[in-house]
Structures are given as C-alpha cells and as structure tokens.
C-alpha cells in the first residue's frame, strides 16, 4: 500500500527566509506526486503536481518541488516566503489507494507558522 | 473561476441520525471524491465516483455511507446512522481526468460534529 510521510507537524519561517517542506512516499511504482494547501477556512488549492519528465517542477505563489527517486523524495521549496504563505501543507501520491485506482494519499500535513 | 461547493458549512448531530452532505462538483468534472480529515489527523480518501457508479472506496467507506448523484449536478454523501467517530471535515473533490492524470479540485469542506 502506498503511503506518504511528512516529519515536521509545525514549521515556523521568518518572512523572507526560504522554506523547505519535506515529504517523503512509499509506492511501488513511479508515483504521481502533488502538494496541495489548506489555508484556514478554505478547501485544498493545489499548489504543484509530478507526474513524469523534468523532476523540478513549479507550481504556483513561487513554490517548486523536486523529485527524488533514490530518496523517495518530494521536497517543497520556496526562496522567499511570505506572511500569506501561513497555511497547512499537504502532499499526496496518486495511484492505488486500497485496490483503488483514483484516490489519493494524503500525508499528515504540516502547519507553516510565518514569523515577522 | 468555477469551483466546487458544499453544503452545509458545519453540521452538529446527535449519535444514530442521519447525516447528507452536499456538494455541487464544476459542472465539466466527470470524477467526484469525498474525503474526509478528522481533527488533527491526514486527510483521508473514502470513495471515488465515475460514470454514476463507486469506483473505488475505501475500508473507512462500510455500508454506513453512500452516494448519490441524483440530478446531475448535485453529489451528495450520506452517512446513515451516525456515530461519534464520524465527526470529521468531509471534502469533496472532482476532475477531469482521476486522481492519477489530473488534479482534484476540493471544496471548502463540511465540518460534521456528532454528539
């Protein structure tokens, strides 16, 4: 079964500061990655997704996120973060989920708390 | 800028009661999904729904739910008797091409409260 990994709950940035939001997948084959945000009181806005070819990919608000098979990686990264960049950050991989073939696996999520 | 929306914002139960949340996918979207995050935990997928039948669904979706899409436009879960476990924020989703090929678009959510 396939399952997705984020390690931090809380993360507290200084505005301005770069950001990296780490996740980390389990599937057993080449995944369908996605990060989306959550910000208070609004559903999930995608903010990026991988599906196959250049492993660095841009999403919106000047987010990128990149690909790392050897790693099972999908890092979230921004240069310069903003107040309104305060939100909980979920990524998720597409593809089975219990014998499904559309849902996707969502992990923890992590609370971004931005610091002026 | 077309969106998905649900109905009602947050709903308060008591235990045993039946419970319809509503959603009204953008209306070109041939896959809807509901899922559900309870407090403090993952968002979580419960069912997936194509060409007026479940595709998919999980093991959290047992007899107790279903779905419907009964006029076209509206999708609409329902949970049949309710428990306090079932209190959770229920999204629903759609697409245009499934969750592997394309993206889901999430309402707002409904807030479910069981007493």
């Known amino acids: 079964a396939q399952s997705v990994t984020q390690p931090d709950i809380h993360i507290t940035v200084s505005e301005g500061a770069s950001l990296e939001l780490r996740c980390n997948y389990s599937y057993g084959a080449t995944p369908y990655l996605f990060w989306y945000v959550q910000s208070p009181g609004q559903g999930l806005q995608l903010l990026l997704k991988?599906?196959?070819?250049?492993?660095l990919v841009q999403g919106i608000k000047g987010f990128e996120a990149e690909f790392k098979r050897s790693q099972s990686s999908f890092n979230l990264r921004k240069p310069s973060v903003h107040w309104s960049d305060a939100a909980e950050y979920f990524c998720a991989v597409g593809g089975r989920t219990g014998g499904g073939a559309d849902g996707l696996t969502f992990g923890k999520g992590t609370h971004l708390i931005i610091q002026p | 800028e077309p969106e998905v929306t649900q109905t009602p914002s947050h709903q308060v139960t008591q235990m045993g009661q039946e419970v319809i949340l509503r959603c009204v996918p953008i209306s070109n979207h041939l896959y809807f999904y509901w899922y559900r995050q309870i407090l403090g935990q993952k968002v979580e997928f419960l069912v997936s729904?194509?060409?007026?039948?479940?595709?998919?669904k999980s093991e959290i979706f047992d007899d107790q739910f279903s779905v419907e899409r009964p006029d076209g436009s509206n999708f609409t879960l329902k949970i049949r008797s309710t428990k306090l476990e079932d209190s959770a924020m229920y999204f629903c989703a759609s697409s245009t091409l499934g969750g592997r090929n394309g993206e889901l678009f999430f309402g707002e959510g409904s807030r479910l409260t069981v007493l």
């Open positions: 991988y599906f196959s070819g250049d492993t």
């Open positions: 729904f194509y060409n007026n039948e479940i595709s998919e």
